[in-house]
């Protein structure tokens, strides 16, 4: 079992930064591959992010490739996403989630745990 907190999300202006923490605990943080997924209202939920357990793979949406950066610290068993130039597109529901395999993977059906989910809103 692997319990998932999120924090970190908020209300920002278009231009913004935000960064969410997610606090994995329950089992070995450092061998699963981590993953950060949004959903907004009347949308489907989709990919944002994922790491590999060492870090050395990671991979990003198209929508967010070079303004949103995922990383991870094995030591305090937390993964961020840092979210620069937000966008009100960018408005949603994020949610941290831990996969059960070392390997970064794009497909939420994949993961098998998942956080309660934190608000981001951008406003223009």
């Known amino acids: 079992q692997v319990q998932l907190v999120e924090s970190g999300g908020g209300l920002a202006q278009a231009g913004g930064s935000l960064r969410l923490s997610c606090a994995a605990s329950?089992?070995?943080?450092?061998?699963?591959?981590m993953g950060w997924f949004r959903q907004a209202p009347g949308k489907r939920r989709e990919f944002v992010a994922t790491?590999?357990?060492?870090?050395?793979?990671?991979y990003y949406a198209d929508s967010v490739k070079g303004r949103f950066t995922i990383s991870r610290d094995n030591a305090r068993n937390t993964v961020y996403l840092q979210m620069n130039s937000l966008r009100p597109e960018d408005t949603a529901v994020y949610y941290c989630?831990?996969?059960?395999?070392?390997?970064?993977?794009?497909?939420?059906?994949?993961?098998?745990?998942w956080g309660q989910g934190t608000q981001v809103t951008v406003s223009t």
């Open positions: 989630a831990a996969d059960s395999t070392p390997w970064a993977n794009t497909d939420p059906q994949e993961y098998d745990y």
């Open positions: 790491i590999s357990w060492s870090g050395d793979r990671i």
């Open positions: 329950g089992r070995t943080f450092s061998s699963i591959a």
